[in-house]
């Protein structure tokens, strides 16, 4: 477990700018995101904040999916796999 908690805060900053940009690309009023205190804590919030707008853009179509379902979907699988870049992989389709 604190191989993965490594992981992650070694790319939180990479997530965070990816998730806040597929809130901004799924929301066309996105909320605005606050510092969260740290920079974990803001891609966490970054990925919270998408899987929301994902429950918005399409209502019923994706209920019960996760944030971290989203982050899974999103990267691929690749969530914290140090060598590659994280980046939107598919936006037209519910996950």
Same mark, same amino acid.
């Given at each position: 477990?604190?191989?993965?908690? &490594?992981? #992650?805060?070694? &790319?939180? =900053?990479? +997530?965070?700018? *990816? #998730? *806040? !940009?597929? $809130?901004?690309?799924?929301?066309?009023?996105?909320?605005?995101?606050?510092? %969260? =205190? @740290?920079?974990?804590?803001?891609?966490?919030? %970054?990925?919270?904040?998408?899987? /929301?707008?994902?429950? /918005?853009?399409?209502?019923?179509?994706? #209920?019960? $999916? @996760?944030?971290?379902? $989203?982050?899974?979907?999103? !990267?691929?699988? &690749?969530? +914290? $796999?140090?060598?590659?870049?994280? =980046?939107?992989?598919? *936006? @037209?389709?519910?996950?």
């Amino acid at each position: 477990m604190r191989g993965w908690l &490594r992981r #992650f805060a070694a &790319r939180a =900053g990479p +997530l965070r700018a *990816t #998730f *806040t !940009t597929l $809130l901004c690309e799924l929301d066309p009023d996105p909320p605005v995101l606050e510092p %969260a =205190g @740290s920079v974990v804590a803001d891609a966490v919030a %970054a990925i919270v904040a998408a899987a /929301r707008a994902v429950g /918005r853009r399409w209502p019923g179509r994706v #209920f019960g $999916l @996760s944030p971290w379902e $989203l982050a899974v979907a999103v !990267t691929g699988g &690749r969530l +914290l $796999l140090p060598s590659i870049k994280v =980046g939107v992989r598919n *936006t @037209s389709c519910p996950w």
